[in-house]
């Protein structure tokens, strides 16, 4: 029978864990008996029996107790007052200041939740409507709620909107909102919007 050796490091005996660092000195994986930690964004990890790995900022991935790079927002979002009159199309326009802009490293599924404050003017019994746009395809109806702002109500009303979606890595990819009246006659008066993209995973 074949028998190997393991060469653990003299620091294991004494801390009780192994600790591996990338080139730049940063702790990536951890393996043993773990002290609790805080990483570079304040997200702590209580100590214990497992393992633990960061991304190479130094954030945490998971511990022993699970997953913790989940639900954060690489990109941050975007929250613009607006201002914007949409009228006499009915087509889609963007929604002035809503979009992000994300480059996965690998391909991965992302929520994206957005808020529309608006109000719809002109013919009554009419509507405006908001969608997400994700590289071109609008995320309205058959995948997601689209809007609603009804021109029977005579101040601002509020839409939310949410859907998943698949990005592919290595390739820069747009979120945005859209706006359409339902007829020429009607403006659809955007006052606020909020554009938010959470990371689920890979």
């Known amino acids: 029978m074949t028998t190997a050796s393991l060469n653990v490091p003299a620091t294991f005996a004494s801390t009780g864990y192994l600790a591996v660092k990338d080139s730049n000195g940063v702790v990536r994986h ?3 008996n773990l002290p609790g930690v805080t990483d570079v964004s304040g997200v702590m990890s209580p100590a214990g029996q497992g393992s633990r790995a960061r991304d190479a900022s130094g954030n945490l991935i998971h511990d022993h107790l699970g997953l913790i790079a989940v639900m954060s927002q690489p990109v941050g979002s975007v929250h613009p007052a607006t201002g914007q009159a949409i009228t006499g199309t009915t087509g889609w326009v963007d929604i002035t200041g809503s ?3 994300y480059t996965p490293s690998r391909d991965v599924t992302v929520l994206v939740v957005a808020v529309v404050a608006g109000q719809s003017t002109g013919t009554p019994g009419t509507y405006c ?6 590289d071109g395809t609008r995320h309205n109806l058959t995948d997601g709620p689209e809007g609603v702002h009804d021109n029977k109500n ?4 509020t839409s939310f ?8 890595g290595g390739t820069s990819h747009t979120i945005k909102l859209q706006g359409s009246p339902d007829n020429t006659a009607l403006t ?3 006052f606020d919007s ?3 993209m959470f990371l689920l995973g890979g």
Request: net charge negative; proline share 3%; glycine share 6%.
């Open 194 to 196: 909020d554009t938010f």
């Open 30 to 32: 951890e393996l043993g």
């Open 99 to 101: 979009t992000l802009t």
């Open 161 to 168: 909107l949410i859907c998943s979606v698949s990005l592919s």
């Open 129 to 134: 409507y908001t969608a997400i746009n994700v």
């Open 188 to 190: 659809f008066n955007i």
């Open 154 to 157: 005579p101040g601002y009303t």
